[in-house]
């Protein structure tokens, strides 16, 4: 069992910047894929980043590429997601995500844990 606290959410002008932190409770942290999702207003759940669980590999939406950067410390059980050069269209409650299978999935449902998530709003 993981349980994920996400944090770091707050209101931030176009082109800002924010990192978003996601704790995990539990000692098999650093054997589970992690992934970042974001949810706006009367859209679906949407794939935004995923990493290894060495964090040698990581993948990305092709919207963020280039702004966004997905990390994580396994001594402190936790994965990072660095947004910078933020848009308006960014904005949406941000959660992170644990899944057991050694993939770099973006499909939701394959992912076995969630956080409550964090909301980022892009004020243009």
């Known amino acids: 069992q993981v349980q994920l606290v996400e944090s770091g959410g707050r209101l931030v002008q176009a082109g800002g910047s924010l990192r978003l932190s996601c704790a995990a409770s539990g000692r098999t942290f650093s054997t589970y894929y992690m992934g970042w999702f974001r949810q706006a207003p009367g859209k679906e759940r949407e794939f935004v980043a995923s990493i290894s669980e060495s964090g040698g590999r990581t993948y990305y939406l092709d919207s963020v590429k280039g702004r966004f950067t997905i990390s994580r410390d396994n001594a402190k059980n936790t994965v990072y997601l660095q947004m910078n050069s933020l848009k308006p269209e960014d904005t949406a409650v941000y959660y992170c995500?644990?899944?057991?299978?050694?993939?770099?999935?973006?499909?939701?449902?394959?992912?076995?844990?969630w956080g409550q998530g964090t909301q980022v709003t892009v004020s243009s």
């Open positions: 995500a644990a899944v057991r299978r050694r993939v770099l999935t973006t499909t939701p449902e394959r992912y076995d844990y």
